[in-house]
């Protein structure tokens, strides 16, 4: 399917985004857009939401929109999307692991148990927010066996540091899980129901 089969041809559409997992949800869909990654202080957004006892949703909304902000700056014209993803189990929030050896600890506190991704996008448009969203897919993970860690950090390596929860459920990480509850697409970093829903409504997408 060519990109941008069901789209009108205007606005351009640009995600502000790094993420190439979010780029191929995007890409299968068969949408036309640009991916523009957004020099944004993620963390030091976080820590002063933390800091001020910002809901996980509220805090990921608002790095959505820092992000969004910065590309619409550069794309003027565009409808821009603005996404971000906190891992939250229990209270706690996790980032994504600096190292194979940060991302077996993050799994050794996920096992055995169910964490949600606090999932938020938004469209961006002529200098205002034309739309949100918050997803929150809830993820069990079994009680699996240092054995099994071991087996599962050598087959990922490096692959474990480029997300948040120091999996890829599309690939060796549904080992994982036991249960998963929502939309894969959200789970992989950007609610794409909601977001097609929006864009048809907006105009963007035929009916
Ligand atoms: N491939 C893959 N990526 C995942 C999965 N779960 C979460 N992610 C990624 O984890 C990352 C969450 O971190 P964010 O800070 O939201 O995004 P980022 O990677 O820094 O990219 P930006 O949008 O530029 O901030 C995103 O890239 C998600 O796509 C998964 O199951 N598979």
Known sequence: MSAGAFQAGDPPLVLASASSARRAVMEAAGLRFEALAAAVDE???????????????????????????????RRPEALVIGCDQILVLEDRWFDKPASPAEARAHLEALRGRTHRLVTAVLCWRGGQRVWQHV?????????VSDAFLDA???????????????????????????ALEGEQA??????????LGFLRQHGVLLR
């Open 135 to 143: 997803a929150t897919p809830r993820l069990t993970m079994r009680p």
């Open 43 to 73: 963390a030091a957004i976080k820590e002063s939401a933390r800091a001020e006892g910002i809901p996980a949703a509220d805090a990921a909304m608002m790095l959505a929109e820092a992000k969004a902000r910065r590309i619409a700056a």
């Open 152 to 178: 599962y950090l050598a087959l990922e390596a490096e692959a474990v540091t480029s997300t948040v929860g120091a999996y890829r459920l599309e690939g060796p990480g549904i080992h994982l899980f036991d």
């Open 186 to 195: 959200s789970i992989l970093g950007l609610p794409l129901l909601p977001l």
